[in-house]
Nanobody, 116 residues
Framework: QVQLVESGGGLVQPGGSLRLSCAAS?????????MGWYRQAPGKERELVATIASVGSMNYADSVKDRFTISRENGKNMVYLQMNSLKPEDTAVYYCKLRVVGRDFWGQGTQVTVSS
């Protein structure tokens, strides 16, 4: 069974930075998986933040372009989200998703709060 564990969330002031990490385990063929970060703010639907394909191509939501960077380390089964210039509207629970052979797996999420 695939397991995804996120870490790195916390409280940060506006303009600050955080780096989220997601570790995959459970016999996944990580190197051919598409990985993604999603977020869900209170009272809102879960939304795409960024994805990175197995070949490394990346996609970002317009709201985070030029501020967030997604990356992956296939040898370590890890995916990261570097978040800079954080805004209060970035406050949400951030989830890691792995997609492989048409199946999606989700982590439990990590809280990010941007507040002064």
């Amino acid at each position: 069974q695939v397991q995804l564990v996120e870490s790195g969330g916390g409280l940060v002031q506006p303009g600050g930075s955080l780096r989220l990490s997601c570790a995959a385990s459970g016999g996944t063929i990580f190197s051919i998986s598409t990985m993604g970060w999603y977020r869900q703010a209170p009272g809102k639907e879960r939304e795409l933040v960024a994805t990175i394909a197995s070949v490394g191509s990346m996609n970002y939501a317009d709201s985070v372009k030029d501020r967030f960077t997604i990356s992956r380390e296939n040898g370590k089964n890890m995916v990261y989200l570097q978040m800079n210039s954080l805004k209060p509207e970035d406050t949400a629970v951030y989830y890691c998703k792995l997609r492989v052979v048409g199946r999606d797996f989700w982590g439990q999420g990590t809280q990010v709060t941007v507040s002064s």
